[in-house]
């Protein structure tokens, strides 16, 4: 009996909705007659009437023919059956379109922007042969001439007598290469033999002969250098990049084998690198030539290349197939051991001691050396967790938008279930509008994807030149964008689509009244996620700025106003180290001819420069503390050309000559850490060791300038007069590398626009090849200390910005969506005595529910948050306050703007119209 009521009841259900189709199609039929009389009456043409009219009424055709006949036509055809109709339908819908593609716009193409660099830096190999083959001897980017050792015990800067020992004793590697670690701090000049062409200051390394071979590269023109050339007395050759080749040489063939002057020695160019080579790590300003490590003795003057204590070469080799890793780094190390136990530094006592703890960690190669990554990782992962926020909320507002578009279908819904079309079917077809639109938000996030890399690199790298890292999409970048464009598509189209699929037929023929129910409990939560991702973002926002403005506002205890820096290199011009002091006084004479010219400032390097040299210190008569102070050599006018005040004691004068007593002016952290509180420190003596302790003299204290970083802390300096020399030296002049000046300090009266034009011609009037390597404004350079920390606050502060629109949005979508839908009901309540005053209440306080809840969420998450982010927070623990304060007001007042809107659209409903509308 069961069976046969079961049976009964699929019969009676069948012919009702048989009928009830039946009904419809009359209907749709009497519909479609009176839309076409009525586009005829208007003035339209007979078939373009009835076109109209069936899109009017939800494309009853394409129903018709896309749904009762999908048995047996062939899955591609019926894909592009969708495809059309899904176009037709988006077209149809052109403000619905434009802002669900604008919306994925934004959030795919700040991820794939951060996406291409975090491929370009992190992710990719070195455009060599074979990557996987190679293995670098260490794990650290130290920098760049070493004496010593960690106390670790870690090797990743080596001697070139180390380097030999091991190539010579390691046959697992088919080729091991030496390269110069600090390169991009000693730049060469760089002049064509014959040509008119001022010398130019560009950058070069110097490797081992077997470089280009160890990396499996070839040359494009020419050769690449070989062992022959990496010898004592060889020519002096060079390999050029094939940058330099096509941008500053024009891809002149007759290059190859030509003379040019580096650092006025001649230099033969053997040969050009093949397109797309950077060197053997990612820099944003790679080599332009590369030279063999014998020829930096007569290029750049350097006594270390040869020096058993000096390390200053990284390493990089090819292991042969089926080496063990394992035993490898236990060979290795033993001969590391051996090498050094030759040296003198670990033939005494305390020396053998710590020989046993000597040794080299292998890590992979094929991405070249770590140091750019190493600067960028932190900075790049965080900006991808926070793009990833934004894209989240992006695709809330999506999942939004394609709810209410479903909702609003509900008729065309119900027509195409009574003509016979299946769920499933229905469902793919939405779905396949939602993929559609998530491509074409994929490709127009691209388009934001590359303007938002060149804005990332230009923010990065100011100023870089020959920059590797491109703006352009790799593959990588576009296989990542189109398949974040489909998962988007699919997976926040599945819920909006399988909602708007329940129809009934017969929910066609009767009216449907909406007397109460507004938003989904789906669009809710959308919208509550929103809130909470957006106060996540704004939070974080709010701390990097305010990072940033705690940086900024530190007291760097210099002027930078109307100062300049003129970076040189005596030693690439040709002067040898008893010439400098005639071209020092020289520089002070012409310099101080220029009109405006106050200060001529000389010294080894600059306060907030990327440079630092160290060296131990101890005070005459007390223990070695084994403290590392920074080692400035500096001129007379030096102190007042950057701003340093003199606090005890005297400056350095013009009497502090090379033949005077040897003195040194300290800081006030000087002081401090090695000094007694109410200690006098001035006639106190210091050196290197308890043995050269009475070196310097210490004649006058200044401010704790700020150097080498605005947070560099407890950042011990001494200075002494740029012709001094230890007391102690027990070498010559000319193998005194400390002798060289880096920087000239420019003080003017006012500001001089064309300083720099000045400068260089000032300085080639001294001599042709004295080239200017870098020239900034004191200002500049002080701003390019904070250049990261103002790209995260720049980024993080735009995430939280468009975070915060699209949360205003979705909100303000929502609660749209909830009063449309209950107009009726507004109508009945003003109709029994509701004043409008009510009516707008009632819904912000709906408005603002929502957005209260998020904010309770995102409350917890942002102090999760925080915890993973303090470490490139500058004096910030925890949630600022303020901040938090700040992000909740803002939060509150978007959910009050998207809430009052339609509020006072709800407050202005007629009740006799809203019931007519029934």
């Not at 591609?76 to 403000?95: G, N």
């Not at 939070?539 to 760097?556: P, Q, T, W």
């Not at 509180?677 to 704790?704: C, L, M, R, Y």
């Amino acid at each position: 009996m069961k069976f046969l009521r079961r049976f009964w009841k699929r019969i009676s259900n069948f012919v009702a909705r048989r009928n009830g189709a039946g009904r419809l199609r009359e209907e749709i039929q009497e519909h479609l007659a009176l839309e076409t009389e009525a586009n005829i009456r208007a003035g339209m043409k007979p078939e373009e009437a009835r076109r109209k009219a069936v899109l009017q009424f939800g494309s009853v055709e394409a129903v018709r023919e896309g749904y009762s006949s999908e048995k047996g036509l062939p899955l591609v055809e019926t894909i592009l059956q969708d495809c059309t109709y899904a176009i037709r339908m988006l077209r149809k819908s052109p403000a619905f379109t434009v802002v669900a593609i604008l919306t994925l716009a934004l959030g795919i193409g700040a991820n794939a922007s951060i996406f291409s660099l975090i491929h370009a830096l992190l992710l990719k190999n070195l455009p060599v042969a074979d990557p996987k083959t190679l293995l670098r001897l260490g794990n650290s980017n130290d920098c760049c001439v070493g004496m010593g050792s960690h106390d670790s015990g870690e090797h990743s800067l080596f001697s070139t007598n180390t380097y030999e020992y091991l190539r010579k004793n390691l046959p697992e590697f088919e080729d091991l290469a030496g390269i110069q670690a600090g390169w991009t701090y000693r730049q060469v000049v760089v002049r064509r033999e014959g040509s008119e062409d001022p010398p130019r200051s560009v950058m070069g390394e110097f490797v081992s002969g077997n470089y280009f071979n160890t990396f499996g590269v070839a040359a494009v023109a020419g050769r690449t250098l070989v062992d022959s050339d990496d010898v004592a007395g060889a020519p002096l050759a060079a390999v050029m990049s094939y940058e330099t080749w096509k941008t500053r040489f024009h891809g002149d063939a007759s290059i190859v084998g030509g003379t040019i002057r580096v650092n006025t020695h001649p230099v033969t160019v053997v040969g050009i690198a093949p397109r797309g080579f950077y060197g053997d790590r990612l820099w944003n300003a790679p080599p332009e030539f590369y030279f063999p490590i014998e020829t930096m003795v007569p290029i750049a003057n350097v006594t270390y290349v040869h020096g058993t204590e000096a390390q200053w070469l990284y390493m990089v080799g090819r292991v042969r197939p089926g080496v063990s890793r394992a035993q490898l780094q236990q060979k290795v190390n033993t001969l590391l051991q051996q090498q050094l136990a030759t040296t003198p530094r670990y033939r005494s006592e305390e020396g053998k001691l710590k020989l046993k703890n000597q040794h080299v960690v292998l890590t992979p190669g094929g991405a070249g050396i770590q140091a750019m990554q190493e600067q960028n990782d932190r900075q790049l992962r965080l900006l991808m967790a926070a793009s990833g926020l934004l894209l989240l909320i992006a695709c809330a507002n999506l999942a939004n938008l394609l709810l209410v578009r479903g909702m609003a279908r509900k008729a065309e819904m119900n027509v195409r279930a009574a003509l016979g079309a299946r769920r499933g079917r229905i469902v793919r077809q939405l779905l396949t509008e939602s993929v559609l639109l998530a491509g074409a938000g994929g490709l127009a996030g691209l388009a934001v994807a590359y303007a938002g890399t060149s804005m990332l690199l230009a923010m990065a790298f100011p100023g870089s030149v020959n920059d590797p890292i491109s703006a352009d999409p790799s593959t990588a970048v576009l296989a990542f964008a189109c398949g974040l464009s489909l998962v988007t598509g699919v997976l926040f189209g599945v819920a909006p689509a399988w909602i708007a699929s329940k129809s009934e037929p017969a929910d066609a023929l009767r009216g449907a009244r909406t007397i109460a129910g507004g938003a989904t409990v789906l669009q809710r939560t959308l919208v509550v996620l929103q809130a909470a991702l957006s106060l996540v973002l704004l939070v974080g926002a709010g701390l990097f700025a305010k990072s940033l403005n705690k940086l900024e506002h530190i007291d760097l205890k210099l002027d930078p106003v109307n100062r300049y820096i003129v970076h040189i290199n005596p030693q690439s011009a040709g002067y040898v180290q008893h010439e400098v002091g005639d071209l020092y006084r020289t520089i002070e004479e012409r310099f101080h001819a220029l009109p405006g010219v106050e200060k001529v400032g000389i010294s080894s390097y600059t306060p907030m420069e990327d440079n630092n040299n160290g060296w131990n210190v101890v005070v005459q008569g007390k223990p070695d503390p084994n403290l590392i102070a920074s080692y400035v050599k500096a001129n007379a006018e030096y102190f007042d050309s950057v701003g340093t005040r003199v606090v005890m004691g005297r400056g350095i004068t013009a009497q502090d000559t090379a033949n005077s007593t040897g003195i040194a002016v300290v800081n006030k952290e000087f002081v401090r850490r090695l000094f007694k509180p109410g200690e006098n420190p001035i006639g106190q003596h210091f050196g290197g060791s308890p043995k050269t302790a009475a070196d310097w003299e210490i004649v006058g204290v200044v401010e704790d300038t700020a150097y080498e970083s605005a947070t560099f802390k407890d950042h011990m300096m001494y200075f002494v007069p740029l012709m001094q020399r230890e007391k102690s030296a027990d070498y010559p002049i000319d193998k005194d590398e400390n002798m060289y000046a880096g920087a000239i300090v420019l003080k003017t009266s006012r500001p001089v626009d064309d300083m720099e034009t000045l400068a260089r011609r000032t300085l080639a009037s001294i001599n042709p090849n004295l080239s200017v390597v870098k020239f900034q404004s004191f200002d500049a350079q002080i701003a390019e200390r904070f250049s990261q920390a103002r790209m995260l606050s720049r980024l993080t502060m735009l995430f939280g910005g468009l975070a915060l629109l699209l949360s205003t949005l979705g909100l303000y979508g929502v609660t749209a969506y909830a009063v449309a839908r209950r107009t009726s009901e507004i109508g009945i309540r003003m109709a029994l005595g509701a004043r409008r005053a009510t009516v707008t209440a009632m819904v912000v306080r709906g408005a603002l529910v929502q957005a209260l809840i998020g904010l309770g969420i995102g409350l917890g998450v942002a102090m999760l948050c925080v915890r993973g982010i303090e470490s490139q927070l500058y004096e910030i623990k925890g949630v600022d306050p303020g901040v938090l304060t700040g992000a909740v007001l803002m939060l509150i007042a978007a959910a009050l703007l998207a809430g009052l809107i339609p509020a006072r659209r709800a407050a202005s409903i007629e009740p006799a119209r809203a019931l007519r509308a029934e």
